[in-house]
Every structure is written in C-alpha cells, then in structure tokens.
C-alpha cells in the first residue's frame, strides 16, 4: 500500500511538478521540501528564545513575557521562526491559497528544526482545532496538517480530533491580550471519547502561529482538566509584539 502511494505521489509530481511556496519556483520532481534553496536562505529560524512564548531572547524571558501576568494553563512555547517578513508570507500562503499540499512538509520542518526539548517526553501530538464553518471554508486545518508531518517525521501519535472547538468565534486579528484571552474562554473541549487518551499524557499542542498564547492557553486547560498530566506548545512562528495586531490567528 505505502509503494502504491510513493508510485501515484513520483507520478503526481512529474504531471504536476510541485512549486516554492514563496517564488513559486518549480522544484525538481520527487523531492519534499516547501521552498527552493533561493528563499530558504530567507527563513532564518530562532536560535535562543524566550521560555514562554519562545520568540527570540537572550534572556530567559523576552520583555513581553516579563511584563504581563505569565499563562500558567502550559509550561512553555517552542517556535521555529518569527513570525514576519518571508516567514509571513509563506504561512499566509499555506494557509489562506489553498496550500494545503505544503502542511506535511512544513511539520516535519518543526521536527527537525525546533529545540529537541520541545518534544521530550511528549505522548501525543494535538492540533488546535478550527471551527467546523471555518474549516469547510478553508478546505481544511492548518494545524492537523503541520501535526501529521510531526506526527511522521518524530513517530509520536497525532490525534487531530481529539480537541473540539465549541463554540464558533469572530477572528482574534486586532485582538489584545485580553481581550482574546475572554474570546477563547472555554472554547475547546476534550471529546468524550478521547478522555482515556489524554488521562496522564505529556501534550504537545500544534499550531501555526503564537501570537498572544490566548488560543494555546484555552486548549491546554481544556486538556488538563481532562486529566493531562503536563502540555506544552509548538508553533511554525510566533509574532513579535510589533505585530500581534496584525496576526492572524484563528
């Protein structure tokens, strides 16, 4: 089964040769990689962070974090870059031009490229859910994508559907601290279902972007109060302070 899906993807590729997800450069046939080697120049990921939401620090905690009350629902963030400039780009297009090819890669990115601490210990990968609307408008979730490809790459199980979002929710662009941590408040549930999964687990949440922690710090609750023993986060990027206004983050 698994060579007659590597035999259809060789084939698929050929007929349709894959592009960068930036320049959209054709990239040589067969090979799994999201960008040429032209704009991986451009991503930079993070080399020191900050301990909670890991944006970039030379000290435990970047001047954001040490000045607002600290989100104690999850221990900490680990992001591969920040979120802006080529980063920017290449995320709006996976998520908002149909990319959705892209997301597999792009998990196994985080794999490889994220701090080895980030999955220490961890059980289960969980990806922040979209609203149902949301992602039958989309076509599909962003995060899912990005878990499946960590899924793959570290052989740590990924339970897409194990957190549902209750409730739909207006887009937290524009949104302060506060303002989406009240929008996000008791949004996500464990299903039923997936109580005996989670009871005693390390989580590692996913999720494409880190903007004010809101969205992560209600998953991570819903977890815990399902019987997690501990939960952390990963993300694609997190966005500087600069930019929160600008992010978006669904």
């Not at 698929?12 to 046939?29: A, M, R, T, V």
């Not at 890669?105 to 994220?114: D, I, K, P």
């Not at 991570?220 to 109060?225: G, I, Q, V």
Request: proline letters at 8%; one cysteine or more.
């Amino acid at each position: 089964m698994e060579n007659a899906k590597s035999v259809l993807s060789s084939l698929l590729d050929w007929i349709y040769p894959p592009s960068c997800l930036l320049c959209e450069e054709l990239l040589p046939p067969g090979g799994r990689e999201a960008v040429c080697p032209v704009c991986e120049e451009l991503l930079v990921p993070i080399r020191q962070a900050c301990a909670q939401c890991g944006l970039p620090s030379e000290m435990p905690l970047c001047l954001r974090c040490s000045q607002r009350a600290s989100l104690e629902t999850y221990r900490q963030n680990f992001a591969l870059y920040t979120y802006e400039s080529a980063v920017r780009e290449m995320i709006l297009r996976f998520k908002y031009r149909g990319s959705a090819g892209y997301g597999a890669e792009l998990g196994r990115r985080m794999a490889r490229g994220l701090n080895p601490r980030a999955f220490e210990g961890v059980d289960l990968l969980v990806p922040v859910p979209v609203h149902p609307r949301r992602e039958r408008q989309r076509g599909y979730n962003q995060a899912a994508l990005l878990a499946r490809g960590m899924a793959e790459a570290l052989r740590i199980p990924s339970a897409p559907r194990l957190l549902a979002r209750t409730r739909y929710t207006a887009p937290l662009s524009g949104m302060g601290q506060e303002k989406r941590l009240e929008s996000t408040k008791s949004v996500f549930a464990v299903r039923p279902a997936y109580r005996r999964t989670v009871a005693g687990k390390t989580v590692l949440l996913v999720d494409d972007i880190y903007t004010t922690g809101a969205t992560l710090a209600s998953c991570a609750s819903a977890l815990l109060s399902a019987g997690a023993r501990l939960v952390k986060s990963a993300t694609l990027a997190v966005t500087p302070p600069h930019g929160e206004d600008g992010a978006p983050d669904f």
